[in-house]
C-alpha cells in the first residue's frame, strides 16, 4: 500500500512523436545477429481496427535471466539493455528485435492517443507459464501469450473488444 | 430533411486524419455526418455524429464525477488517477480496456527498472531555449522539482521527457495544422536525468493554450507533458502539468478525466518565487509521486444503494 498520494497519470496526447523519439528505440540488438528474435505485432481498438498512434515500451530480462542495469538505454545499442521503445507504423503494427530472456514473460506498457492512461501488460513467452497466467481462463490466458514465427515472436494487443488483451494492477 | 452543407476540414479530431465533414441543421441541433475515409476503413459509409458543444461534453464530465462522488460515499478510497472510459475525450471510445485490469504480484523485472544515465541525455537538453541559434518567444520559465515513489523515496538518477507547444500553442509536430506561427527558435523537447535526491529541472517558455477538435471550440489548457521512469517498471508514468489559475480547466475533457479533485489539483505546478531569477525567468514547482497502476475498486456486497 502506498503511503504517498501518486500523480494522475493523463493521455499521451496527439503530438508525442517528437518528445519521445529515441533513434534505433526498437532495436534491442541488431537484427539478425546471433539470438536476436523479432517480436512483432498489431495494436488494435475495440473495432478491430489497427491504431496508427500508439507507442510500445518492453523491459525485460537478458538471455541469462539477469536484470540489466548497465546506463545507456537510450543510445548504448551495443549492450544489451532490456529496453525498448517504438512508435507503431500507420498500420498499427510495431517490431522490437530482442534476445529470448532466460524469464516468463517481456514486461509491456501501452501509450496512445485516446488512451486515459498507460496500460501494463506482460508478453509471456510461448510454453512458459506462472500462477498468475495459470490463474487466468483460456480466452484470456491467451491474449497474453506469444505466438512463435520462423524468426520470433508474434504478439497482437487489443485495447478493447472480445479478445480484450489482459491489462494489469500491481498488488 | 436534412440540408447537407459539405466543407472540407484539413483535419479530424486532434489532427490525425483529413476529414470531409457535412453539417445538416435538424430540429434537434447540428447533426454532422463524418465522410472521412481514413486509412483504416477504406470506402466506409457515411458515420452520423452528432456535433457537440461545450454544453454537451461540460454535462457528461458532471455527470462522471457524480458517479465517482457517489462510489465515494459507498467507501471507495480516492482515485488517484484518470478514467480510462471517459466519453467526454471522444478518441477514447474504442481506445479503452472495458474488463478490469487484473491484479498481480509484480515479478523481479517489473520492479526494477531501465537504466538511464548522463551517457544518455546531455546536460543542456534540460534547457529547450538554447536548441536553436535565437532566442524563443515567450515567458521564459524553470520548471523544477522531485520525483518520487509512493514510499516516499526519491526516485535518484531516472530519465525525465518532456515535450510542449510552443508559446503561441502551436506544436512542432507535423500534424498539428493550428494556424498559430510556429517559433524557429523553440522545438519544444527536453530531457534530463534526476539528481540523487529526485530532483529535476527544465528551462522553456510557458507554452500556450490550443484549440482541438474533441468538440466546438474546444481548447487544452496549457501544459507541459511529462513521462517518467520510477523506481519500477510498475510506476511507469506518462502525464501532463499545468498552470495554476487556468480557466479552461473546468471545460477540459482531459484534465477532467481525473474524477478526484485533490488528484487533479496535483497536476497543477505552484509559483514559486525563489525559482524566479531577477531579468531574466519565472519559476514554477512541480512535484510528481509514481505510484502504479492499482486494484478497482469493487462495491462490496450487500452494500444498498
Not at chain 1, 85 to 112: K, M, N, Q
Not at chain 2, 65 to 87: Q, W
Request: aromatic share 8%; proline share 7%.
Amino acid at each position: 500500500m502506498s503511503s504517498t498520494a501518486g500523480t494522475a497519470g493523463q493521455t499521451v496526447g496527439p503530438f508525442f512523436r517528437y518528445g519521445l523519439e529515441i533513434e534505433n528505440g526498437g532495436l534491442l540488438v541488431e537484427p539478425h545477429s546471433p539470438g536476436a528474435i523479432r517480436l512483432h505485432g498489431t495494436v488494435y481498438d475495440g473495432a478491430g481496427d489497427p491504431i496508427p498512434d500508439a507507442l510500445l515500451e518492453i523491459w525485460q530480462n537478458a538471455a541469462d535471466g539477469s536484470i540489466p542495469t548497465a546506463e545507456g538505454s537510450l543510445t548504448d545499442r551495443d549492450g544489451f539493455t532490456g529496453f525498448g521503445r517504438v512508435h507503431v507504423t500507420d498500420d498499427g503494427a510495431y517490431e522490437f528485435w530482442t534476445l529470448l530472456p532466460d524469464a516468463d514473460f517481456i514486461s509491456v506498457v501501452v501509450f496512445a492517443r485516446g488512451l486515459m492512461d498507460r496500460l501494463h501488460s506482460r508478453i509471456y513467452l510461448p510454453g512458459r507459464s506462472d500462477a498468475f497466467l495459470e490463474s487466468l481462463d483460456a480466452d484470456e490466458r491467451a491474449t497474453l501469450v506469444a505466438v512463435a514465427t520462423a524468426d520470433g515472436l508474434r504478439h497482437d494487443i487489443r485495447l478493447q473488444g472480445e479478445r480484450e488483451t489482459v491489462f494489469l494492477a500491481f498488488g | 430533411m436534412l440540408a447537407i452543407r459539405g466543407r472540407r476540414r484539413r483535419r479530424g479530431a486532434e489532427g490525425e486524419h483529413s476529414t470531409r465533414v457535412g453539417v445538416g441543421r435538424t430540429a434537434g441541433g447540428t447533426t454532422q455526418w463524418d465522410w472521412s475515409v481514413d486509412r483504416t476503413h477504406p470506402g466506409r459509409q457515411a458515420v452520423r455524429v452528432t456535433e457537440l458543444n461545450q454544453a454537451d461534453i461540460s454535462a457528461e464530465i458532471a455527470a462522471k464525477h457524480a458517479e465517482y462522488d457517489a462510489a465515494r460515499e459507498k467507501g471507495m478510497p480516492p482515485l488517484d488517477s484518470p478514467l480510462i472510459d471517459f466519453a467526454p475525450y471522444r478518441s477514447s471510445v474504442l481506445r479503452h480496456p472495458t474488463k478490469n485490469p487484473k491484479l498481480v504480484d509484480p515479478e523481479t523485472i517489473e520492479l526494477a527498472s531501465p537504466t538511464f544515465g548522463h551517457r544518455d541525455v546531455a546536460a543542456v537538453e534540460s534547457d529547450l531555449t538554447i536548441q536553436h541559434a535565437g532566442e524563443p518567444l515567450g515567458e521564459r520559465m524553470v520548471v523544477a522539482g522531485r520525483v518520487l515513489d509512493g514510499e516516499g523515496r526519491p526516485v535518484a538518477h531516472q530519465l525525465v521527457e518532456v515535450w510542449q507547444a510552443n508559446s503561441a500553442g502551436r506544436y512542432i509536430h507535423q500534424r498539428d495544422q493550428h494556424p498559430a506561427p510556429l517559433d524557429p527558435n523553440f522545438t519544444g523537447a527536453g530531457r534530463c536525468i534526476t539528481d540523487a535526491q529526485g530532483n529535476y529541472r527544465f528551462t522553456t517558455i510557458k507554452p500556450g493554450a490550443y484549440p482541438w477538435k474533441n468538440h466546438v471550440n474546444a481548447w487544452r489548457p496549457a501544459h507541459i507533458h511529462f513521462s517518467l521512469f520510477g523506481n519500477a517498471f510498475t510506476q511507469r508514468l506518462v502525464t501532463q502539468m499545468y498552470f495554476p489559475g487556468d480557466p479552461l480547466f473546468p471545460l477540459d475533457p482531459i484534465y477532467q478525466s481525473i474524477p478526484d479533485r485533490a488528484a487533479r489539483d496535483r497536476l497543477v505546478a505552484a509559483y514559486d518565487h525563489e525559482l524566479s531569477s531577477p531579468e531574466w525567468s519565472l519559476g514554477y514547482r512541480w512535484d510528481i509521486v509514481l505510484t502504479g497502476p492499482k486494484a478497482t475498486w469493487i462495491e462490496p456486497e450487500g452494500s444498498d444503494a
